[in-house]
């Protein structure tokens, strides 16, 4: 049974570029978050999609959007990078209405110079 | 608004001893409370979870947890610690009122040290 997979594990870019993460949920989950973790704090919530719609929001600019398909896989863009965009992003799934722990993904580490 | 206090960033213990790492939360609701661990470059883990009824609650490698509710607080704990118990610690929390909405609130994580 595969658990949560992220793509890429490490990218880098620079200030001012556009950068896409995806996701796919553990086996039998339709709900996908995604959080931010700065190096030494924990994570942030961005936001979490069900049935292909944003359900709840953290405190993240528009310039953090997303998008999750019918097979429940999401992406999460960022645009017009800042250095402080530099952290490991993680993506949890779980299964929507039914009260339990997520699960995460390895995360993807991005790095802007 | 759902919170979470850690108030030790790192927790030094010997081998052996028992170890506590301390967590208290704030949510407006009944809350469900979790314990997560990071090892280094990883995502997180799931250790255990308060949902209700038993205060004491049991976890993966031995660990468990106290549900307070006057005090709020969620406390991790483990009779005998190991070298390989060293990582951060994250304990979270939601909203049991929320329904389907799981936004899931971390604390700033608790770094343990085993020392052998």
């Known amino acids: 049974d595969a658990g949560v997979t992220q793509s890429p594990t490490h990218l880098i870019k620079t200030r001012g570029q556009q950068v896409t993460l995806r996701c796919s949920p553990k086996s039998g989950h339709d709900t996908v978050s995604w959080y931010q973790q700065a190096l030494g704090q924990g994570p942030q919530f961005i936001f979490q999609y069900y049935e292909e719609e944003e359900r709840q929001r953290g405190n993240f600019p528009d310039r953090f959007s997303g998008h999750q398909f019918p097979n429940y896989s999401s992406e999460l863009n960022v645009n017009a990078l800042l250095l402080g965009d530099s952290a490991l992003y993680l993506c949890?799934?779980?299964?929507?209405?039914?009260?339990?722990?997520?699960?995460f993904g390895e995360g993807s580490r991005l790095t802007v110079l | 608004a759902q919170s979470v206090a850690q108030p030790e960033d790192q927790v030094n213990v010997a081998e052996g001893n028992p170890l506590t790492v301390k967590c208290t939360y704030s949510?407006?609701?009944?809350?469900?409370l979790f314990w997560y661990v990071q090892y280094p470059n990883r995502g997180l883990q799931f250790l255990l979870k308060y949902i209700t009824g038993d205060n004491l609650v049991k976890g993966s490698y031995g660990f468990e947890a106290e549900f307070n509710k006057s005090q709020t607080s969620f406390h991790l704990k483990k009779p005998a610690a190991l070298v390989s118990d060293s990582a951060l610690y994250f304990c979270?929390?939601?909203?049991?009122?929320?329904?389907?909405?799981?936004?899931?609130?971390f604390g700033t994580g608790t770094k343990l040290q085993v020392i052998p």
């Open positions: 949510v407006s609701g009944n809350p469900y």
């Open positions: 979270a929390v939601r909203d049991a009122a929320r329904g389907g909405y799981q936004k899931v609130t």
């Open positions: 949890a799934s779980s299964r929507w209405g039914i009260t339990g722990e997520l699960f």
